[in-house]
Structures are given as structure tokens and as C-alpha cells.
């Protein structure tokens, strides 16, 4: 596992890059917890100072420090990234598995199901969630809300390998050792996946970050966390943009694009790392 | 014939299966949650006065039918399929008492066309130049294309949409940033009107195919590399065949059959994103009317924008897979 990680990140230019970026991001988020200022506080610091020591990325116009506030806001968002992950793999890993295993009707039904929910347009819905739980929206309900959506389409590309890790023959040998369906599913299948597992997870979290930040700079969540989505929709409220006060949007939008590119880097490492043929043209190198 | 027949039969199947799966959870998240939606909009209503209580009576009386919140749950639930069956949402509370379905009737053109161009745009653009990079994988030309492809798709609609406005509304202010055509047109068909329609349209176009390209670059360009080293490829090449016939109707040709696949199944994500950038953009389409529809606190606009976006999505991807069979003619002889 070490030597994979240590090799990759000496030969794949994108994981490295991918991992430097990440690197950076989780430090400011790990910063928040030496924060002088309370996440919520307002009016703690001079307003609508440009960056210069020691707000090094300038105040905001509710008196609060860009930097501070962006820890803050790069943790909340990384974790709710990182829950939403997590919930949605387990529901994508239960069904692709035992789709793939079991075949024949179950699969047919658990793929039609899955279908479906690729296909459902999720914005208005989650809209919809919003405004009927209107003050009650917080951060937990929006990541399980997303986890309930965001689990279709990997669970049909797990479903896939499964299909074919079902006609191998160690299969057949655990099936004749009397192995139960859950033991060969968990113990020989789930390794197999656990790969791919990893690279949906990268694209899992861009995805419910990105739909995070949309929801929010509309002002469709919870106003009172501090995540990126939350940070451009306060500027947006105090026209940061028209007021002259650029870094307050500047800052929150480069961070959450860094978020973003690293992400996305070690996804495409990593399914380049999954795939044999971009392997083999990559030794011909 | 046959086998074709079940091919339509289970597409059929498939979009029954996706409009009840999307109307029931539709019907769930305004049915499960913790508060009433009733007591929530009339004490909207009356905190900005006093109101006899003898009328907040009969409005409360009036939301709860609205609402479909009598009788028995069962009751309900086929109150609400009545409903949605029949397209009929009743009047909208914001823009009272203009009927929801003429809202929405209004505001689909825009919709539509914007999404419909956007994504055979960014769609046939992405195959193109994916096919190509996968197939020329010399040209440095198409590698920097890649590199741009790339690195715009990681990013949010809504910021590519932001930085586009900031862009073109305020350090180089040559194109509309709002709305969908001059305010002082008629509509129709005239010069003028479809010109304006144009131009306003630009710049949401533009933004959603910068951030869709991306994705049918990458994966078009992975599967022509894979179908380059297929033996008929190269038998092909060592024949002779021209290369442009071999890029076209060779490789192009097979990988397209994935991609249209993909196409169906992304319909409800770009969906999702033309919303977005209808708001930034305030382009008067169902996205604008839905937030319009929260923040005016008008449920029914908001369920009937929902019902009809669940509606639509699934047919488009219906309309998609009814055409697969003349891109693969394996499924017609089954």
C-alpha cells in the first residue's frame, strides 16, 4: 500500500500535483483550529481592509478576518465533501456488489431503480427539501440528502466489475467452501472494487461540493455555517464585487477551484493507475 | 423485430419506473418533514399585520386542500397523483391567480432551447476534438486543447457562469449579461427579436458548454485510444484506408455508441446546471421561476416546476434511447 502510494507519487506527475494541491487546502482547514476569532463572530476586526499584514487576505465588509473565515468555511466544506462520500459509497457499494453478484431479476430491478435515480433531476428537489425544512436545514440534512442521490452512478460502474468478478474462478471455489453470499461479497469482491471505490470518491466529493456551493450562493442552505458557498453568498449580499471589496469573493473562489483541480487530479491518476493499458503505454514511455 | 419491440417495451418500462420514482420522492420530501408547511406560510403572511382570525380561517382551510393535506394518507397520496396526472397544480400563490401551468408554459421555450443547444454544442464539440486528440496524439495543438477541456470541468457551473459575468459585464462589457432578449421587443419570430434572443443568449451558452465539454473530451479521447489498437483498426491502416475515413467511420463511428449512452444519462445533471446558470444569468427559464417560486414561498409553483422538470428530463432521455437503435443496429436484431 505504501510502496503503491510512494511509486505513484514519484512517477504520476497528476498525483503529485493532485496531493500537493489537497495538501495545501486541508492545512487551512486544519488552521481554522487556531483561529483568534469565533467562526460566527462578526465586527471582530476593522471592515473592508485590503490584504496586508496582519489580514493577510483582507477583512470583509462584516468585520471579519478573508483568512480566518475562509479556514473555517475550506474545513466545513471538506468535511460535508467527505460525509456525503462516505454515505453515498456504502449505498453504491451494498447495491453495485449484490447487483453484480446476484444478476438475474435482482440486478434487473436494482438497476432499473439505479437508472432512475441517475436520471432524476436532483436540483429541484433538493430546492424543494429546502423550502419545506426552511430553518431546520443544516448541514447533516443537506449531506444526507446528496448521499441519497449521489450513490447511482458508481454503484452501476462497481455493479459492472462485480459482474465480472462473479464468473472468476476463486467465485466458484468460495461458493463450493460453503462461503455465505455477505462473506464472498465483503471478503473476496470487496477488495477488487475497493480501487475504483477510491476514484469515484474524488469525483463523489467534487460533486457534493459543487452542489453545495450552488445551493448556497443562492442562499438555499443553512446561512449561519461558514462553508465557501456560504462565504460568496455574504459577499454577493454586501456586493463585494461592486463595492470594490474583490478579495472577499476572490479568495473563497480560488481556494474551492485548488479544492477542486487536486480532487480531480487524483482521480485521474488513480483511474489511470486502475486501468492496465494506460499503465502499459505509460512504461513504453 | 421482436427483439426490437422489447427494447421499447423495457425503455418504456424504464421511464414509467423513473417519472413514479421522482414523483414519490417529490411527494416524501413535502410530506415528511417536521413542520407544517400550512401554519409556515400563513404565519409569513400575517406577520407583516394583523389579520382577523376569521380569515386566517379560511386560508388555512384553502392551503390544506392545496396542499393535499386531507383525509387519510392514502387519500392524499392518490390526491396528489390526480393532480400530477392531470398537469393541474392550481392557481400559483405568488402570482395569484395566474394558473401554475401557464407559468410553466411560459417559462419551458427558454429552457429548452437553452439547453438544447448547449448540449448538442458542447456534446459534438467534445466528441469532435476528443476524437481527434485520441486519434492525432502528436498534435501538441490538441494536447494544450486538452489541457484547457480539462481543467475547466473540475469546475463549478457557477463559477465559470461568475467569472464569464465578471468578465463580460464588467472589464470588457460588449455582451448582455441579463435576461433573455431586449425588454422593448415583441415576441415572435421577427429579425430584431431573434437577433436579440441571440446575442443574449451567448453568454449561457458559452458557460455551459465551457464546463460540459470537458467530460465528452476525456471520454471520448480514452475510448477512440482504446479502439486505435483494435485489430480491424489496423488492418485498416495496413490496407491503406484513408485515415480520415479511418478516424470517421472507423473509430468515431463505434465510439459514439457510449457517448450517446452517457448523453441520456447526464440529461438530469445538465439539467441540474442550466438551472444555475439561468439565475445568474437571469434568464427568464424554469430555473429563474423556481427560485423565484422559493423565494416568494410559493409551494405550488415550486411542486409543479419539480413534477414538470422530472417529466421532461426522463422524456428527453426516453427520446434519446428511441434513436439509439439507428446508431446501433445490433439492438433491432437483438
Known sequence: MFKILRDLLRYNREFAAGVALLGVVILIGAASFFSPYPAADSFVVPPDLAPSWPHILGTTSRGQDVFWQLAFAIRNTLLFGFSVAILSRLISLVVGLVAGYASGIVDRVLMSITDSFIVIPLFPILVMFYFVMRERMSWAWLALAMAAFGWAYDARLIRSVALSLRTREFTQTSIFSGMSMRQILVEEHLPYVLPIVFSTTMNNINWSIGLEVTLSVLGFTNVDTPTIGMMIYWANQHTALVAGVWWWIAFPVALVVITFIGLFLLAVSMNEYIDPRSRLARMGE | ?334
Open chain 2, 1 to 334: 423485430m421482436r427483439a426490437y419491440s422489447l427494447y421499447l417495451f423495457r425503455r418504456l418500462t424504464q421511464f414509467v419506473l423513473v417519472v413514479f420514482i421522482g414523483m414519490n420522492i417529490a411527494y416524501a420530501v413535502t410530506h415528511s418533514t417536521p413542520i407544517d408547511p400550512v401554519e409556515q406560510t400563513i404565519s409569513a403572511a400575517t406577520s407583516f399585520g394583523s389579520t382577523s382570525p376569521d380569515v386566517i380561517a379560511k386560508m388555512r382551510q384553502s392551503l390544506r386542500e392545496l396542499y393535499g393535506l386531507q383525509g387519510s394518507p392514502w387519500q392524499q397520496y392518490a390526491a396528489f397523483w390526480k393532480r400530477v396526472a392531470a398537469g393541474d397544480f392550481g392557481p400559483s400563490l405568488s402570482a395569484f391567480p395566474t394558473p401554475v401551468s401557464e407559468l410553466i408554459a411560459r417559462a419551458i421555450p427558454w429552457t429548452a432551447g437553452l439547453l438544447t443547444v448547449s448540449t448538442l454544442l458542447s456534446w459534438a464539440l467534445g466528441n469532435l476534438l476528443g476524437g481527434l486528440a485520441g486519434y492525432y496524439r502528436q498534435s501538441s495543438l490538441l494536447r494544450v486543447a486538452g489541457v484547457v477541456a480539462m481543467g475547466l470541468h473540475p469546475i463549478p457551473y457557477y463559477i465559470v457562469a461568475f467569472a464569464l459575468l465578471i468578465v463580460f459585464g464588467f472589464v470588457w462589457p460588449v455582451l448582455p449579461i441579463t435576461g433573455g432578449a431586449e425588454m422593448n421587443l415583441a415576441p415572435g419570430f421577427g429579425i430584431a427579436f431573434v437577433e436579440s434572443v441571440v446575442v443574449h443568449s451567448i453568454l449561457p451558452v458559452a458557460s455551459l458548454v465551457l464546463v460540459g465539454l470537458g467530460g465528452w473530451f476525456m471520454g471520448m479521447r480514452s475510448l477512440v485510444s482504446n479502439i486505435v489498437s483494435e485489430d480491424y483498426v489496423i488492418y485498416a491502416e495496413l490496407a491503406g484506408v484513408d485515415r480520415r475515413r479511418i478516424l470517421i467511420s472507423y473509430v468515431m463511428r463505434n465510439a459514439l455508441v457510449p457517448q450517446v449512452t452517457g448523453l441520456a444519462m447526464s440529461l438530469g445533471a445538465i439539467f441540474n446546471g442550466a438551472i444555475i446558470t439561468e439565475q445568474v444569468f437571469g434568464y427568464p427559464g424554469i430555473g429563474s421561476l423556481l427560485v423565484g417560486a422559493v423565494h416568494a414561498g410559493d409551494y405550488s409553483l415550486l411542486l409543479g416546476i419539480t413534477a414538470v422538470s422530472i417529466v421532461a428530463v426522463s422524456a428527453a432521455v426516453l427520446l434519446i434511447d428511441l434513436l439509439y437503435p439507428l446508431l446501433d443496429p445490433r439492438v433491432k436484431i437483438g
